[in-house]
């Protein structure tokens, strides 16, 4: 039939791919591993960490390049457990929660983008593979109290001091303050 789907499951770890294009020409990019939450979370990531992932860039551009593709995209992957395989799940033509974290990856997708319309080719800076990070508000939202949230880097807007007040005010009820060893609930 038309509407036949075949699909087999994949045990691995949940991934993504965020870029950025210009007319087919994948600019730049960073892997991301999720972290999995402990039991019983569900819903969105909250903690990834960067990560180096060749075949998941070389899907990414391939896909880019086949469909001529400008702007901020994320592949969500499988990589499977038992080989290291990335397996594409599903790609999404948009900005992403990942999209901005430039500083905290070492890969800034907005400047790659900036450099290309002006014409401009700065040297890229190298992947911080390895670095753990902490969604916000998503860990928070997903347990206050999180040892997670103490040691580990944020994608926090601290330049938007309105914004960063309506997010943090009450997360589940807690109150949140920072600290020098990171943000704990209160």
């Known amino acids: 039939p038309a509407d036949l789907i075949i699909q087999r499951f994949v045990a691995g770890r949940a991934a993504v791919y965020a870029g950025v294009a210009w007319k087919g020409e994948l600019l730049a ?78 890969v800034d997708l907005s400047r790659a983008l900036f450099a290309k319309v002006c014409e401009h080719r700065p040297r890229p800076p190298p992947l911080k593979a390895g670095t753990l990070i902490a969604l916000f508000p998503q860990e928070w939202h997903r347990d206050p109290r999180s040892p997670i949230l103490r040691g580990t880097r944020h994608d926090v807007p601290w330049d938007d001091p309105g914004l960063l007040r309506a997010l943090i005010y009450t997360v589940r009820g807690h109150r949140l303050s920072f600290c020098a060893t990171g943000i704990e609930a209160v």
Do not use: Q, W
């Open 29 to 106: 990019g960073y892997s991301l591993l999720k972290k999995p939450a402990p039991a019983p979370a569900s819903g969105p990531s909250s903690v990834l960490r960067v990560s180096e992932h060749p075949e998941m860039a070389a899907a990414a551009a391939a896909f880019i390049a086949a469909v001529k593709f400008t702007g901020f995209v994320e592949f969500d992957f499988i990589v499977e457990a038992r080989t290291g395989a990335a397996c594409l799940l599903e790609c999404n033509a948009r900005p992403s929660p990942m999209s901005s974290l430039g500083s905290l990856t070492g």
